[in-house]
């Protein structure tokens, strides 16, 4: 099993800033690829951001290109996602994945967090 927990959501404005950080723990951290993934009330979870195991290779969601970047520390078993230039359609509780293979389908995912609201003002 992998534990995951998110951290760094919040109310900001449209234009602003925001740091979202995944803690995983139960085990090895580089065995599994890293996504962030979001969900608007009434929508699909979609595919947000990925990163491999190793953090060498990046995937984005068009809608994420050029705003938000992942990373990874796997010294800390911890995976980042810095959102910029958010806009209120970025509104949506996101979560933390981790899978053993480089996916974006939520229905392949085995691991999630418990989600965290970001919600963006205009």
């Known amino acids: 099993q992998v534990q995951l927990v998110e951290s760094g959501g919040g109310l900001v404005q449209a234009g602003g800033s925001l740091r979202l950080s995944c803690a995983a723990s139960g085990r090895t951290f580089t065995d599994y690829a890293m996504g962030w993934f979001r969900q608007a009330p009434g929508q699909e979870r979609e595919f947000v951001a990925l990163i491999s195991n190793s953090g060498r290779v990046t995937s984005y969601a068009d809608s994420a290109k050029g705003r938000f970047t992942i990373s990874r520390d796997n010294a800390k078993n911890t995976v980042y996602l810095q959102m910029n230039s958010l806009k209120p359609e970025d509104t949506a509780v996101y979560y933390c994945?981790?899978?053993?293979?480089?996916?974006?389908?939520?229905?392949?995912?085995?691991?999630w967090g418990q989600g965290t609201q970001v919600t963006v003002s205009s």
């Open positions: 994945a981790a899978d053993r293979a480089f996916i974006t389908t939520p229905q392949r995912i085995d691991y």
